[in-house]
Nanobody, 125 residues
Framework: QVQLAASGGGLVQAGGSMRLSCAASGLTFSKYTMAWFRQAPGKDRDFVAVIKWTGNSTYYGDFVKGRFTISRDNAKNTAYLQMDKLEPEDTAVYYC??????????????????WGQGTQVTVSS
């Protein structure tokens, strides 16, 4: 049974930083492309970042503008999202997700069958 546990959310002031973690279990982590999406109240779930299962390809949503970095540690079965220069508009629930051997750095949430429970990120102005 695949399980994804997102953590690291909380409250931060605008301009600050936060690192989210996604601990995976029940899967061969090194074979899964990992991604982060986010959803603000009343809005769609939007793509944030993805790292291919090979670890050599990443892709970000347009709004990231160099502020976020996605990474993975296969030895720890964990994916990370380092977020810097946070803005109030980044306030949302952040979800990690996984897809087996997804070949592209894909931003379409329909390609991801496994989802974590989400972690709340709140950025105050």
């Amino acid at each position: 049974q695949v399980q994804l546990a997102a953590s690291g959310g909380g409250l931060v002031q605008a301009g600050g930083s936060m690192r989210l973690s996604c601990a995976a279990s029940g899967l061969t982590f090194s074979k899964y492309t990992m991604a982060w999406f986010r959803q603000a109240p009343g809005k769609d779930r939007d793509f944030v970042a993805v790292i291919k299962w090979t670890g050599n390809s990443t892709y970000y949503g347009d709004f990231v503008k160099g502020r976020f970095t996605i990474s993975r540690d296969n030895a720890k079965n964990t994916a990370y999202l380092q977020m810097d220069k946070l803005e109030p508009e980044d306030t949302a629930v952040y979800y990690c997700t996984a897809s087996f051997l997804l070949s592209d750095a894909c931003s379409n949430r329909l390609n991801y069958p496994y989802w974590g429970q989400g972690t709340q990120v709140t950025v105050s102005s």
